[in-house]
T-cell receptor
Framework: KNEVEQSPQNLTAQEGEFITINCSYS?????LHWLQQHPGGGIVSLFM???GKKKHGRLIATINIQEKHSSLHITASHPRDSAVYIC???????????????FGEGTQLTVNP | DSGVTQTPKHLITATGQRVTLRCSPR?????VYWYQQSLDQGLQFLIQ???????AKGNILERFSAQQFPDLHSELNLSSLELGDSALYFC?????????????????FGPGTRLTVL
């Protein structure tokens, strides 16, 4: 079993739909990242959170530390949201200890017009 | 644009060869991370450097090595290349400085180097 599990693996939606991508992890973390990877390969960091909820435009990310679960929501989805969304958990960190990201397998989102 | 630069963008080479990938972090970032993304393994953490020193090691092969120079740029050296080393190699940087809680140290990714081993 992977340390970071994402669901679904693939998601197809119609423009305007509300989308949820889930991430569960089994290790202790200092933070959780949501990343977006476009077909060209570039990776963009969407959110980094260690508690609660963050919102940026149409994107919302939540995390429940006790349940070891995070969700990424996209409201009013648009074809330009089509990309791979990757959950990554961070362990360690700071000046005196190393840190690393462990990645989920990603969710391929396709939003049709 | 994340502010992290990587060169080259593409690299095609043959098995058994050695290549060097270069990463320049965002201005002010002390920490550099290297990641490998292959079709069968997904994204994997390779190694972290902080202010010139190795700080954490992940799934990095013995044929691979990295270093971070005094100007904070980093190089990833891949030697005795095999077909299976074909992948996208990303570097990322973060601040990781004193006074900043570790949970605030967001990582910014470079555009990646696509390595093809023939």
């Amino acid at each position: 079993k992977n340390e970071v599990e994402q669901s679904p693996q693939n998601l197809t939606a119609q423009e305007g739909e509300f989308i949820t991508i889930n991430c569960s992890y089994s290790v202790g973390i200092s933070a959780l990242h949501w990343l977006q990877q476009h077909p060209g390969g570039g990776i963009v960091s969407l959110f980094m959170l260690s508690s609660g909820k963050k919102k940026h435009g149409r994107l919302i990310a939540t995390i429940n530390i006790q349940e070891k679960h995070s969700s990424l929501h996209i409201t009013a989805s648009h074809p330009r949201d089509s990309a791979v969304y990757i959950c990554a958990v961070r362990s360690g960190g700071g000046e005196t200890s190393g840190s690393r990201l462990t990645f989920g397998e990603g969710t391929q989102l396709t939003v049709n017009p | 644009d994340s502010g992290v630069t990587q060169t080259p963008k593409h690299l095609i080479t043959a098995t058994g060869q050695r290549v060097t990938l270069r990463c320049s972090p965002r201005s002010g970032d002390l920490s550099v991370y290297w990641y490998q993304q292959s079709l069968d393994q997904g994204l994997q953490f390779l190694i972290q450097y902080y202010n010139g020193e190795e700080r954490a090691k992940g799934n990095i092969l013995e044929r691979f090595s990295a270093q971070q120079f005094p100007d904070l740029h980093s190089e990833l050296n891949l030697s005795s290349l095999e077909l299976g080393d074909s992948a996208l190699y990303f570097c990322a940087s973060s601040v990781e400085s004193s006074g900043v809680p570790s949970s605030y140290n967001e990582q910014f990714f470079g555009p990646g180097t696509r390595l093809t081993v023939l």
